[in-house]
């Protein structure tokens, strides 16, 4: 295992993810899981099928609070070729039911637990999805990769000494993986992309759709493209604004009220990024516990 601190950030403006953005991305790391399907299938032990099965936009906090502590991270950096880095994600009962042989002796007291040795085998697997990672992403950009692995979720102190830059607010793409293997529940993984790590990698993404149109099972590629309509993307209702003077922000108390230009009679907007698409009126769930807007015009 190596803990070797990644090269820092730099503090560039990245733009926001746009639709094809993230179908370039599902349609890269699909042939990163077609890969090491076909690298894990040379082992019958260890044989197994990834596939991506969803594309998100989220910020690194909630990334972090979806995965217990005793999740294994694993960093990989790009090394000397690029700035950045991304984190392959697998949970405990993932890493055990991939390394673990039915059957296995295993004493009570471990049984829950992941050996040094079950460590070590998830830490090959983290090396032949570094072998695939790097190959595919290979045609479109150079990477270098350098692994560090970690039995533990790090804090977000230590993302920070590790994935310089990275701050909880941070934007990620989350990519979703399943895993599997033969007489073996189903299992997944996750890689975690940094937004502003990607903002070098913008050119490739373009290219991987560009190339998308070149090849010959073009029908193949756009159904499996077609996989991303689950992918989710923020929606933003817009109650109103207002403008007020510095002097009245600085007096403000609690228990005071802001009033807003938009009346209680007229329609929401509701933006998906920055594109209005349409209008809704508020309201309520039937629970009565979540704001919600009926959708009234387009």
């Keep these: 295992m190596t803990n070797n601190p990644l090269q820092s950030l ?12 993230l179908k370039a991305l599902y349609y890269i790391h699909d042939k990163v899981a077609q890969t090491l399907t076909e690298i894990l299938s040379a082992e019958p032990t260890s044989a197994a099928t990834w596939q991506v099965i969803s594309v998100e936009q989220q ?17 990989l950096g790009f090394g000397e070729s690029l700035v950045g880095g991304v984190a392959l994600v697998i949970e405990k009962e993932s890493v055990i039911s991939m390394v673990r042989q039915a059957g296995a002796e295993i004493a009570p007291e471990s ?33 270098s990769l350098q692994l560090a692995t970690f039995p533990n979720t ?5 993302f920070r000494n590790l994935l310089m830059g990275i701050n909880p607010d941070t934007p990620s793409v989350l990519l979703t993986f399943q895993v599997t293997m033969i007489a073996r529940e ?6 975690v992309f940094p937004q502003p790590y990607l903002a070098p990698l913008y050119h490739a993404l373009q290219s991987v759709l560009e190339g998308t149109n070149e090849e010959a099972d073009f029908e193949q590629v756009q159904e499996r493209i077609s996989m991303v309509d689950d992918v989710t993307t923020p929606v933003i209702v817009e109650l109103g604004k207002t403008r007020m003077s510095f002097a ?34 508020p309201g309520t769930t039937s629970d009565g516990r979540h704001l919600a807007v009926q959708i009234m015009e387009s």
């Excluded at 079950?118 to 570094?130: A, K, V």
């Excluded at 108390?253 to 009126?281: A, C, H, R, S």
């Design 186 to 191: 189903v299992q997944k993984a996750a890689l």
């Design 59 to 75: 910020s690194f906090q909630q990334v972090l609070r979806k995965y217990p502590r005793d999740s294994v991270w694993s960093l």
């Design 248 to 281: 009245d922000i600085q007096t403000m108390e609690f228990n005071d009220f802001i009033v807003l230009d938009q009346t209680i009679d007229k329609p929401l907007t509701v933006k998906v990024g920055k594109d209005t698409l349409m209008k809704g009126m």
């Design 10 to 21: 730099r503090f560039v403006k990245s733009r926001p993810l746009t639709g094809d953005d």
């Design 111 to 143: 049984e829950n637990e992941i050996t040094e040795f079950e460590l070590g085998q998830i830490d090959n697997r983290i090396q032949q999805f570094s072998e695939a990672f790097s190959t595919v992403w290979g045609e479109h950009h150079p990477l």
């Design 154 to 158: 790090p804090t977000i102190d230590e």
